[in-house]
C-alpha cells in the first residue's frame, strides 16, 4: 500500500472541499446572513488541513492501486462528514447536538427510504 499515495490525493481532495466552502459564504453576503465566518472559518481549516497533508508529499509520482482506492474513499467519506458538520456543529442557531449534526451529515438513507421501511 503507498500510503504517501493516499496521503497526496487525500490532501487534494481535502483542499478542493475546503474551497466548497465559498459559495455559502457569497450566498451569505448576498442575502445579509450572519454565518459567513463560519462558513470561511471552516473552509480555511480545511485547506490549510489539506495543504498540510499535500505538502510534504507533493512530489511523489506513483501507480494508485485497487487497496489505495478503497482506502482514500473510505477516509474522504468519513472526512467529509466531518467537515461538512463541522459549520453547524459551531453555529450557536443549531439546536442538534454534536452527535446529532455528525449522524444527519453522514446519513446515507434518504426520507422516501425511510418512510417505506416504517
Known amino acids: 500500500m503507498h500510503l504517501s499515495l493516499v496521503q497526496r490525493i487525500l490532501g487534494l481532495v481535502i483542499v478542493a472541499f475546503g474551497l466548497t466552502m465559498l459559495p455559502p459564504v457569497v450566498v451569505d453576503v448576498v442575502y445579509g446572513g450572519t454565518t459567513a465566518g463560519l462558513f470561511l472559518m471552516v473552509g480555511a481549516a480545511l485547506v490549510a488541513m489539506g495543504t498540510a497533508l499535500w505538502l510534504p508529499v507533493r512530489r511523489v509520482n506513483r501507480d494508485l492501486r485497487l487497496r489505495d482506492g478503497f482506502l482514500i474513499v473510505a477516509l474522504f467519506w468519513a472526512l467529509l462528514g466531518l467537515g461538512g ?8 442557531s443549531t439546536p442538534l447536538s454534536g452527535y446529532d449534526i455528525i449522524d444527519r451529515e453522514t446519513e446515507t438513507e434518504t426520507k422516501t427510504e425511510t418512510e417505506s421501511i416504517v
Open 85 to 92: 458538520a463541522l459549520p453547524f456543529f459551531f453555529s450557536a
